[in-house]
């Protein structure tokens, strides 16, 4: 379950990081992100589901968990 959960969330990682490349239209824009797959919006948690005793929350653009 904890795999699971750590593996979401590299992946998360991941798919920001690639946003933040340097591009005329700027990070995270169609250019950057094409053929990418967003598993998080940023903003909030729409389309996650909590599983198992950990806390999700998002401050500032940043998935934050604690347990």
Do not use: H
Request: net charge neutral; aromatic share 6%.
């Amino acid at each position: 379950m904890l795999r699971r959960l750590l593996a979401v969330v590299c992946i998360a990682v991941l798919a920001w990081a690639a946003g933040c490349g340097e591009s005329s239209k700027g990070p995270g824009s169609d250019k950057d992100m094409a053929g990418a797959i967003k598993v998080f919006n940023g903003k909030d948690l729409t389309g996650w589901e909590a599983t198992g005793g950990a806390k999700w929350v998002v401050e500032d653009g940043m998935l934050i968990g604690t347990q």
